[in-house]
């Protein structure tokens, strides 16, 4: 193929998944809002088109054509960076996340997972640098339990990811999942939780959404931000919260593997699908039935249990591995 039609349709692409993703992330907003009404036993949104379908897309042009107004007393270029670098991490965490077979939202890294969690520390700095740049007491504060909280769950994260890479023998997410003939759920059951609890705690979501308690910080890290900029906060927490679903369905839950995606890769796609949402109904639930623990709770509950219970996990999987080979 030519290489002046090769790049145009690389960009076509591009942009196709990345306004795909956006699209996603602002119906997720719509369809917490409307699960949420319904366990709370009151009304989602209902008014804005069929259903309250174009709500999402109300919020999105309100948000768009409010006043972009930049304090005096910030630090201008980390302020101005750190939404871009927030939404910029996530959408390219999708990049190695195989959907269907042969079928993924870019291209496939023999060190995708390393490639993931590198990418996961830059989201975490671009939190932080929204809070600390915006030189208030209250996003300060936000900021710093940001990195104490990063710290505390992402080594958590990482012990429970060596679990699969020990099984599978790669790091590529594509090879984990063609070596899922049974779900890493069913052979790793405390990797799963330790990751999948772990998860929660990096999206910033309840009962872990210390960095950002409106009752306690007024909002926190975010504090200083509107209209745009702070859209794009918004967007990258529920980006990251479709990715931690798409990467635990990748990881643990067999992918897109179910009855036909092999020869369909089209019906492997609905199958991918259909655990993420299911994931992503649990996110939701989540913030429904349970209350924001305490600082050190959390702080508590990420070096005394789940770091131990990772470790324990691990050593386990690699003796049983080595003792069955």
């Not at 306004?19 to 008014?47: C, D, H, K, S």
């Not at 269907?100 to 640098?129: R, T």
């Amino acid at each position: 193929m030519s290489p002046w039609l090769f790049w145009p349709l690389i960009t076509i692409a591009m942009v196709v998944v990345i306004l795909g993703l956006i699209l996603a992330a602002g119906f997720t907003v719509f369809g917490e809002r409307r699960i949420l009404g319904l366990l709370q036993n009151r009304y989602g949104p209902n008014q804005a088109g069929p259903f309250g379908l174009l709500q999402a897309i109300a919020d999105a042009v309100k948000l768009l054509t409010k006043e972009y107004f930049l304090p005096g007393f910030v630090d201008q270029k980390l302020y101005k960076l750190a939404p871009v670098l927030v939404v910029v991490t996530v959408l390219l965490s999708f990049v190695v996340v195989p959907i269907g077979k042969g079928i993924s939202f870019a291209a496939d890294f023999n060190v995708g997972l390393l490639f993931i969690l590198g990418l996961s520390s830059l989201h975490v700095y671009g939190i932080f640098l929204g809070g600390w740049s915006s030189s208030t007491k209250y996003t300060v504060l936000g900021s710093i339990r940001t990195i104490a909280q990063l710290i505390s769950y992402e080594l958590a994260m990482g012990v429970a990811l060596l679990g699969v890479v020990l099984l599978s023998g790669s790091f590529s997410l594509e090879d984990i999942v063609l070596k899922q003939d049974i779900a890493y759920i069913f052979l790793q059951p405390f990797g799963f939780i330790v990751f999948f609890i772990a998860g929660i705690a990096e999206t910033n979501r309840l009962p872990f959404d210390l960095p950002e308690a409106e009752n306690e910080l007024a909002a926190g890290f975010n504090t200083e931000y509107g209209g745009m900029p702070f859209a794009m906060f918004f967007l990258g927490e529920y980006l990251g919260i479709i990715f931690i679903s798409c990467l635990t369905t990748t990881l643990y839950l067999g992918g897109w593997h179910g009855p036909w995606a092999e020869s369909y890769p089209l019906v492997g796609v609905f199958w991918f699908a259909l655990k993420t949402l299911a994931l992503l109904f649990f996110f939701i639930w989540m913030r429904a039935s349970v209350p924001r623990v305490r600082w050190d709770q959390l702080m508590s509950f990420g070096w005394k249990y789940l770091l131990p219970l990772g470790l324990v996990n691990i050593i386990a999987t690699a003796l049983i591995s080595a003792l069955w080979m």
